[in-house]
């Protein structure tokens, strides 16, 4: 097998043509919207997919990694025979493409026995993409070719932390739990990939996510777990346990917590009392 910088480099190209191609769907008039299933899904999101589907097979072959992307998992499910799986999301926050936020993201994440070695977030409007490799840090990718090693912030009072919070995706449960945080600055981001990007821009420092009657799937957080982690943030479950992916079930359930890092320990104790005093 290639080595993970190099295939940290194919994904980033494969990021880069499914970003052209989310730009130009969404500066198009007309979008197809199919909305049958639990979240919308839009051409934009099956031509991203293809693309990106495209890209990494013909670079890299059937042989050495199974594919679990959102829009095929229903037909081809989790390939759970291999080591080694990319998993993709081709548009994360289609309802904010939807409504022209420019708060979308394209996700890749290549995992190895449930855990993620290799990461991408693409943010399209911002024409920038963060990429990872686990141990080596986290590279932020301008179309302009700037080149940065961005790093979270150091903010280490609980009272001072920025949760970054969606727009939409929040029950009473969720808003319950963030009620009863120390930290009360909220930073509205769409998707997750744009959540994490700003936790590593240090706009904010920490993201919640509680699941309901659904949960985020694998492929909504495999790869900004790792662009987090590999930034200096921590990235785990409420109880302080690592995320692990295409187990079987893609469903992420329970809470997770995404933050800068000095406070982690101390809000999962803090998240896990909360949690357990809520109807």
Request: proline residues 6%.
């Amino acid at each position: 097998m290639r080595p993970l910088e190099d295939l940290c480099a194919i994904a980033c190209q494969s990021a880069w043509t499914a970003a052209d191609i989310l730009r130009a769907y969404y500066r198009g008039d007309h979008l197809e919207i199919d909305r049958s299933g639990d979240s919308p899904v839009t051409a934009a999101d099956l031509a991203a997919n293809q693309s990106i589907l495209s890209h990494l097979k013909g670079e890299l072959g059937p042989a050495d990694f199974g594919y679990l992307s959102e829009e095929t998992y229903q037909a081809e499910g989790i390939p759970t025979d291999r080591d080694w799986i990319w998993i993709i999301d081709p548009l994360d926050g289609t309802k904010d493409f939807i409504q022209k936020t420019g708060e979308y993201a394209i996700h890749l994440a290549l995992v190895y026995q449930g855990r993620p070695e290799v990461a991408i977030v693409a943010c399209p409007e911002a024409e920038v993409i963060y990429a990872a490799v686990r141990g080596s840090g986290t590279v932020a990718y301008h179309r302009d070719g700037r080149q940065r090693s961005p790093r979270v912030s150091d903010c280490n009072r609980l009272e001072d932390l920025t949760v970054v919070v969606s727009r939409s995706h929040r029950d009473d449960r969720f808003n319950q739990l963030l009620a009863a945080l120390p930290c009360q600055k909220q930073h509205p981001v769409g998707s997750i990939g744009g959540k994490i990007a700003a936790i590593i821009e240090q706009r904010a420092d920490l993201y919640l996510s509680l699941s309901g009657k659904s949960a985020p799937k694998d492929w909504d957080m495999a790869a900004p777990e790792l662009v987090l982690t590999e930034a200096g943030g921590r990235f785990t479950h409420f109880d302080g346990q690592p995320l692990r992916y295409a187990q079987g079930d893609p469903s992420q359930w329970g809470g997770r917590i995404a933050s800068n890092g000095p406070q982690h320990d101390a809000l999962c104790e803090c998240l896990q009392s909360q949690l357990a005093a809520l109807p």
